[in-house]
């Protein structure tokens, strides 16, 4: 690998490079062993030359944004984590009124810019801990509301057809998915479709939101958000609980005393611990309910 680590150092003019990164500093769960390589790019030509190097030379690359929806095994991942930096964290209001996102920018940024801006429509993802980028990629939604609702077009990083300009319609965008990685694209930014409103009624209805996400969520634990898909026709949370999983544990993860559908980092919990015990409940649930349990979280690396 050092004389990939040389090319990486070539394409890397202007963003940073770190070998042998822990990934526990860079993910919600708090947990995740060493990265071979951890980019920040710093614009989208070097962006693009880092994922072609990788692609050159067989070497896996993974994009990561907040690391909030995101568990990364305890020996690490043997290849290149890229992150986006600060050309990516650009908010504007644009002249037709649409609000344009850097993809890594927080959604809570986001949110935050659309209130300033009195335009509502992004009071959902206010409390959502992701990025703008993996938003997209997975619709990511909230209290009946999600990405699709509001998004207006997306630019991409296409390892072929270089940066588009694709329009929502065109993501195939459904519940917690789109085509967007098996089309092994990358989320440059993004453009909302937001709608005039009141300060005073935005803000509340941000207060409203963030206080039931204080109430029913372990926001004082690491976590990845919600652990499962909601299945049809259920509620993950309620079968989990239903299944007298509540507080269920293995060495330092929990299923949530708080929200069953939280899966937490309770006390030096392990990447290990962590992916056994949602193996744990994906089984109790489906011998008691007959119900599968779709993981919403990414598994990434060696366990």
Same mark, same amino acid.
């Given at each position: 690998?050092?004389?990939?680590?040389?090319?990486?150092?070539?394409?890397?003019?202007?963003?940073?490079?770190?070998?042998?990164?822990?990934?526990?500093?860079?993910?919600?769960?708090?947990?995740?062993?060493?990265?071979?390589?951890?980019?920040?790019? *710093?614009?989208?030509?070097?962006?693009?030359?880092?994922?072609?190097?990788?692609?050159?030379?067989?070497?896996?690359?993974?994009?990561?944004?907040?690391?909030?929806?995101?568990?990364?095994?305890?020996?690490?991942?043997?290849?290149?984590?890229?992150?986006?930096?600060?050309?990516?964290?650009?908010?504007?209001?644009?002249?037709?009124?649409?609000?344009?996102?850097?993809?890594?920018?927080?959604?809570?940024?986001?949110?935050?810019?659309?209130?300033?801006?009195?335009?509502?429509?992004?009071?959902?993802?206010?409390?959502?801990?992701?990025?703008?980028?993996?938003?997209?990629?997975?619709?990511?939604?909230?209290?009946?509301?999600?990405?699709?609702?509001?998004?207006?077009?997306?630019?991409?990083? +296409?390892?072929?057809?270089?940066?588009?300009?694709?329009?929502?319609?065109?993501?195939?965008?459904?519940?917690?998915?789109?085509?967007?990685?098996?089309?092994?694209?990358?989320?440059?930014?993004?453009?909302?479709?937001?709608?005039?409103?009141?300060?005073?009624?935005?803000?509340?209805?941000?207060?409203?939101?963030?206080?039931?996400?204080?109430?029913?969520?372990?926001?004082?634990?690491?976590?990845?958000?919600?652990?499962?898909?909601?299945?049809?026709?259920?509620?993950?949370?309620?079968?989990?609980?239903?299944?007298?999983?509540?507080?269920?544990?293995?060495?330092?993860?929990?299923?949530?005393?708080?929200?069953?559908?939280?899966?937490?980092?309770?006390? *030096?919990?392990?990447?290990? +611990?962590?992916?056994?015990?949602?193996? *744990?409940?994906?089984?109790?649930?489906?011998?008691?309910?007959?119900?599968?349990?779709?993981?919403?979280?990414?598994?990434?690396?060696?366990?």
């Amino acid at each position: 690998m050092s004389d990939f680590r040389q090319l990486l150092g070539q394409v890397m003019r202007s963003g940073r490079c770190l070998a042998d990164e822990p990934m526990s500093r860079h993910t919600t769960f708090r947990v995740g062993g060493p990265a071979d390589y951890y980019v920040e790019a *710093e614009s989208e030509t070097e962006l693009a030359d880092v994922l072609a190097l990788c692609r050159q030379q067989s070497v896996p690359s993974y994009i990561v944004g907040n690391g909030s929806n995101l568990l990364v095994g305890d020996k690490g991942y043997r290849g290149v984590i890229v992150v986006l930096g600060k050309h990516f964290s650009e908010v504007k209001r644009e002249a037709d009124g649409r609000l344009w996102a850097g993809a890594g920018v927080l959604l809570a940024v986001v949110a935050k810019a659309a209130l300033k801006e009195t335009l509502t429509g992004m009071e959902f993802a206010s409390g959502i801990p992701g990025t703008v980028g993996g938003a997209v990629v997975m619709n990511a939604g909230a209290y009946g509301s999600e990405l699709a609702d509001v998004l207006g077009t997306v630019r991409i990083l +296409d390892p072929k057809k270089g940066v588009l300009e694709l329009a929502a319609t065109e993501l195939a965008l459904g519940y917690r998915t789109s085509n967007i990685p098996a089309r092994g694209q990358v989320v440059l930014g993004a453009r909302f479709c937001l709608k005039p409103g009141t300060e005073s009624e935005i803000r509340n209805r941000m207060e409203e939101l963030g206080a039931q996400r204080r109430n029913k969520q372990p926001l004082e634990y690491p976590s990845a958000g919600s652990t499962f898909k909601r299945p049809q026709g259920y509620f993950a949370g309620k079968l989990i609980e239903e299944a007298g999983l509540r507080g269920f544990t293995v060495g330092g993860a929990q299923v949530s005393e708080k929200h069953c559908g939280f899966v937490i980092n309770r006390k *030096e919990a392990t990447a290990a +611990d962590i992916k056994k015990l949602c193996h *744990e409940v994906q089984r109790r649930v489906r011998e008691q309910f007959g119900v599968e349990l779709e993981p919403e979280i990414k598994q990434l690396g060696e366990f």
